[in-house]
């Protein structure tokens, strides 16, 4: 019994014993517990979190654990940890019949909500069992849940959940304030007016429920409400709302026609993101435009780029009125074409079109010939009311556009449309242009075509007088004297502008013909009814001095070089020398010898100058004066080494020598001229000259050695040269061209070396130079130039060149240009080499040079307009190339004043160029007008125009103007490429910027 006793009391004492020491370590475990909570509900969740770490390694009770894992996971989410998430997932799986499981959802579910964190709030709201929530906890779950998803943007799922506690006295406000928002932004308006109904009087609301019932009035048509809700929220609003509230109240008055009163809230409108719209700025245009305010109508329409819809339309027709009330016709022929070019209305399109045709009439057009709008319209709108005067406008606008290539194009290929009358002048005016830029053969063709329609007797005088000028500058002689006379004869040529100077023509024509009695009556006719000192006037002395000369009139030919100095007359040099040589033919020899030492004094750099020592040498010689003869024989050889006449001359020295005995020095001056002028009459005289004083001293040897080295004389067959030759050159002379060719040829081939060599050569290259067979000229022409001066020499310069000149070869044009200008003799060829090298030097990018040259045309007197012309813009272009602005402005201006065509179209837009790098962008555009207007045939410097007249809008903030104009170019001249770039990088850099406040305008990349 005792022994049973002591084991129970033994075992007693042990189980007190372990009791109590667990006793122990759970009471520790308890207090660690509950300071972690303590610290966990303090928000001190770092050291909170460290001690339920602790607890949870140290405790064995399995809830004690889960509780520790339960609120580790929730410091974690607190304290944003990284792995916040996986520790709350542990949670879950390690514990899974934790009473806490449900909350770990719902809190860290509330937590992320609480700071903003929807998307997360939302996965852990998802894994909430909502059947073990209490009630009051159920109805912040689902709020918070409605919410999370709405800030999603996930609006049918939002509405499920706000659905649940929109009548909850705590959650009841708020969820239909969020359900009405989602009807608003779902255009459901019905519903929301419900929901906002429902919380009217709620203050929270009252702001943003104010906005959204504007909103939703205007929306529905009601836009007086609109306003009146609008207006009573204004001034409490907020910048952004009030911006909305501005647009809101300012479009709902602009839709009642309210203008005046819509234009202060639209101004007040900010934008999305800072940016207005096209349809923005239309709305207040529009509402400017409806007040008269048409200026500032244009500032609101001109910032609406890229517009392609029905606004845009109904913007660009109203911005091309706003224009035209200012007088901005320019600007109003863009938007009306624009306008004209959209079919959202037709009655707009139609009427922008017909408003398009008028101004292109009025103003000219640079996209499109204005014969071809006009015509367009009147074939798309057949029944048009206004065709009728439009037609008459077409007929007109031919002349009117001066585009007369393109008028013919469209009346020879249009048959619906003929007009004789039009066609009659088209083609007068384009013959005209054509003889302007020097091509005479197809302005015959034009002048021709307008004859055929003989409808206006007066454009029939002037077309039959300016046939006959481009015959004549095609040295058709004949054909152009016939054109005079019908001229002269044609009932209205006394009408026209060329009535005063036709006799003056018809002279000169007569004077080319050798009809000198002609020449001197119309002469004569022209000085009668023409009075002034003009270029003409003094020219009619020359020429009418010159028939009297040629038909041995002398004393007449006298009076008139008279009249010709006296007026001053630029050819002043020729003159003096012709009236001196004609005292000679009236024996008055010591009055010609007087005449020809004063002029080799009064004018030492004429080229006549040779032509006067040599004949004042010959006289001396008939006076037997040969002293004085080989003094002036010497001045010529010593003074002008490269004349012509120096083979000629020193021929002559030689006979005066020979002729006084001094045989050995006529005989070193024979040698002199054959060795050095091979080839030439000169040379074969001084050969046979040289021959006879051989013999005559017996050194018939000597002959016989330097004759056999000179390879142009060949003793045995002379007679067979000579015959060969004239075999040749007889039908030459009968303008036999095809057999002179071919018997030429022939000589060359039997006599390289030939006596007659030379002419062979220079003839054949006139027979080929004729026929423009330039490449076969090119030897002929060369071996001319290429030997000693001659009588030959200057023409084949003259000629050679043009052929280089035609092969684009300026280099070798060059080489023949310079000798031309050093050593002709006729004042054409000295203006020829000058004006010729300018331009090749041009071409060479040699810009100093061609600058040189240039200044040479302009300083010489003999000069006519259109060379003058060529020259300023030679150096106009050089200008520019060099960088040089200031003188290229100078010089445009001065093409401007005598320039046609072409050249007239470029100085115009170098005219409008300068005024725009001046800043003076209005009259910039003023002159891009003008040369559309009378120059649009010349579409490159349209297309150069239109570009600048781009640049010149948006300098003037007319953001539209630029940017249509340069899609145009874009779009229509893409025969241009460089233009077009040009205006691709304007168009990108213009709307670039307006994208920064205009949200309609596209840019690349967007």
């Not at 039908?731 to 070396?753: G, Q």
Request: charged share 25%; hydrophobic share 35%.
């Amino acid at each position: 019994m005792r022994h049973n006793l002591a084991v129970i009391l033994i075992s007693l004492f042990i189980s007190t014993f372990s009791f109590a020491q667990r006793t122990a370590v759970d009471t520790h475990e308890l207090v660690d517990y509950r300071k972690a909570l303590e610290l966990y509900n303090n928000n001190q969740y770092l050291a909170a979190q460290s001690l339920f770490s602790k607890v949870k390694q140290t405790t064995d009770q399995e809830s004690i654990a889960g509780d520790c894992a339960y609120y580790i996971a929730n410091c974690a989410v607190r304290l944003n940890q990284q792995d916040a998430d996986q520790l709350m997932e542990e949670f879950v799986e390690e514990y899974p019949t934790s009473i806490k499981r449900n909350d770990a959802y719902i809190n860290v579910a509330n937590y992320y909500f609480e700071n903003g964190k929807y998307a997360y709030a939302r996965k852990w709201y998802d894994k909430v069992d909502e059947g073990n929530l209490p009630r009051s906890e159920r109805e912040r779950y689902y709020f918070n849940n409605g919410y999370a998803y709405f800030k999603s943007n996930r609006y049918s799922e939002a509405k499920k959940y706000f659905n649940r506690v929109s009548n909850s006295e705590k959650y009841g406000s708020q969820a239909k304030y969020y359900l009405g928002y989602m009807a608003y932004e779902g255009d459901d308006y019905q519903e929301a007016n419900q929901q906002f109904e429902a919380i009217q009087g709620d203050e929270r609301y009252a702001e943003d429920l104010s906005y959204y019932q504007a909103d939703m009035n205007f929306k529905l048509g009601n836009f007086q409400k609109a306003i009146d809700l609008g207006s009573a929220q204004y001034d409490q609003s907020n910048p952004q709302e009030r911006s909305e509230l501005s647009k809101i109240i300012g479009e709902s008055y602009f839709n009642l026609e309210k203008y005046a009163e819509a234009i202060p809230y639209l101004k007040e409108y900010k934008g999305r993101r800072g940016k207005w719209n096209n349809t923005d700025y239309y709305q207040l245009g529009y509402a400017y435009y409806k007040q008269g305010d048409y200026q500032q109508a244009i500032n609101e329409f001109n910032k609406i780029i890229d517009g392609k819809n029905a606004v845009a339309q109904n913007a660009y027709y109203h911005l091309a009125e706003s224009y035209l009330e200012l007088g901005q016709k320019q600007q109003a022929l863009n938007a009306f074409k624009n306008a004209s070019e959209m079919d959202f209305s037709s009655e707009i399109q139609e009427d922008a079109f017909l408003n398009y045709a008028k101004l292109s009439y009025e103003i000219g057009n640079s996209y499109e010939s204005v014969p071809s709008v006009l015509l367009s319209f009147i074939e798309t709108y057949p029944d048009n009311k206004n065709n009728e005067a439009l037609q008459d406008l077409l007929i007109d606008s031919y002349i009117t556009s001066k585009n007369y290539e393109a008028a013919i194009e469209l009346l020879e290929n249009n048959r619906r449309f003929e007009n004789k009358l039009a066609y009659q002048k088209v083609t007068f005016f384009r013959g005209l242009e054509l003889y302007n830029e020097g091509n005479y053969s197809e302005a015959v063709s034009l002048f021709n075509k307008s004859l055929k329609e003989p409808r206006d007797a007066y454009y029939t005088a002037r077309a039959t007088f300016w046939k006959a000028e481009s015959d004549y500058q095609a040295s058709n002689f004949e054909e152009a004297l016939i054109g005079y006379k019908q001229f002269r004869q044609l009932p209205e040529s006394s009408r026209t502008p060329e009535w005063k100077n036709y006799q003056y023509n018809l002279a000169y024509n007569q004077f080319k013909l050798k009809e000198y009695a002609g020449a001197i009556e119309n002469f004569k006719g022209f000085l009668q009814s023409n009075s002034s000192d003009g270029a003409r006037t003094t020219d009619a002395y020359l020429r009418l001095g010159d028939s009297y000369f040629v038909t041995s009139q002398y004393w007449p030919a006298m009076e008139n070089y008279n009249e010709a100095i006296s007026k001053n007359t630029p050819d002043k040099d020729y003159a003096s020398f012709q009236k001196a040589i004609s005292y000679g033919f009236v024996d008055r020899v010591d009055q010609k010898i007087e005449g020809l030492q004063s002029f080799v004094s009064d004018f030492p750099n004429s080229v006549y100058k040779d032509d006067a020592l040599y004949e004042l040498g010959n006289t001396y010689v008939a006076q037997d004066r040969n002293a004085d003869a080989l003094k002036t024989y010497d001045r010529l050889i010593r003074d002008m080494p490269n004349s012509s006449y120096i083979a000629k001359t020193l021929m002559k020295k030689a006979l005066i020598l020979d002729n006084t005995g001094n045989s050995n020095e006529a005989l070193t001056l024979f040698k002199r001229v054959a060795n050095e002028y091979p080839a030439t009459p000169e040379a074969m005289q001084a050969v046979s000259s040289a021959k006879l004083i051989y013999i005559d001293q017996g050194r018939v040897n000597e002959y016989a050695e330097w004759v056999s080295r000179l390879d142009f004389v060949e003793v045995q067959n002379a007679e067979l040269d000579d015959a060969t030759y004239q075999a040749a050159e007889q039908p030459y002379l009968e303008n036999k061209s095809e057999v002179a060719i071919r018997r030429f040829e022939d000589y060359l081939n039997d006599f390289p070396n030939g006596k007659h060599a030379l002419e062979a050569h220079f003839y054949l290259g006139q027979l080929y130079f004729a026929n423009n067979s330039w490449q076969k000229a090119e030897p002929h022409y060369e071996f001319v130039v290429n030997k000693e001066r001659s009588e030959f020499t200057e023409q084949a310069l003259a000629r050679i060149s043009e052929v280089y000149l035609a092969e684009d070869n300026y280099q070798k044009a060059l080489t023949n240009l310079k000798r031309l200008e050093a050593e002709a003799d006729f004042p054409q060829n000295i203006i020829f080499a000058q004006t010729n090298s300018m331009k090749a030097h041009y071409e060479l990018k040699q810009y100093g040079e061609a600058v040189t040259y240039a200044e040479k045309v302009l300083n010489n007197p003999k000069v006519d307009t259109s060379i003058k012309s060529d020259a300023q813009i030679i150096i106009a272009r050089a200008a520019m190339q060099t960088g040089d602005e200031v003188k290229a402005e100078k010089a445009y201006a001065e093409v401007r004043k005598m320039a046609t065509g072409k050249l007239a179209a470029e100085a115009l837009y170098y005219d409008a160029y300068f005024k725009h790098q001046n800043g003076n962008y209005k009259a910039s555009n003023e002159a891009v007008q003008l040369l559309a207007k009378d120059y649009s045939g010349y579409k490159r410097f349209g297309a150069m125009g239109l570009v600048l007249m781009a640049k010149n809008f948006y300098a003037l903030d007319d953001a539209y103007q630029a940017t249509y104009i340069l899609e145009n170019v874009i779009n229509n001249f893409t025969d241009f490429p460089d233009i077009v770039e040009e205006a691709q990088t304007e168009l990108t850099a213009i709307k670039a910027t307006e994208a920064k406040t205009n949200a309609s305008v596209e840019t690349e990349g967007n």
